[in-house]
């Protein structure tokens, strides 16, 4: 079974930096796509940031602040969030889909900005 493990959430200020890690049970190239989704209270899950193929693509509300990078020897996917905003704060999963379309998902970690 394959695990998907986020860490790296927690609380920061408007304006600040997290990192988000996502850790696989797997090799990384065992997916076809590895991207961030998250989910605010009150809110539909909204996709953050994804890379397929290398190509990364992220929600219009990130851009510009937040950066997907993959370190394939650790089998890791990294969310780089600056310049944080409230509107940030929800909780984060880590998404990742096969090439055979089966999907998998982390067990979410918070991020909460606030002053």
């Known amino acids: 079974q394959v695990q998907l493990v986020e860490s790296g959430g927690g609380s920061a200020q408007p304006g600040g930096s997290l990192r988000l890690s996502c850790a696989t049970s797997k090799s990384i190239f065992t997916f076809e796509t590895m991207g961030w989704y998250r989910q605010a209270p009150g809110k539909q899950r909204e996709l953050v940031a994804s890379m397929r193929a290398g190509t990364p693509r992220f929600a219009d509300s990130v851009k510009g602040r937040f950066t997907i990078s993959r370190d394939n020897a650790k089998s890791t996917v990294y969310l780089q969030m600056n310049n944080l905003e409230p509107e940030d704060t929800a909780v984060y999963y880590c998404?990742?889909?096969?090439?055979?379309?089966?999907?998998?998902w982390g067990q979410g970690t918070r991020v909460t900005v606030s002053s």
């Open positions: 998404h990742g889909r096969t090439y055979s379309q089966r999907e998998f």
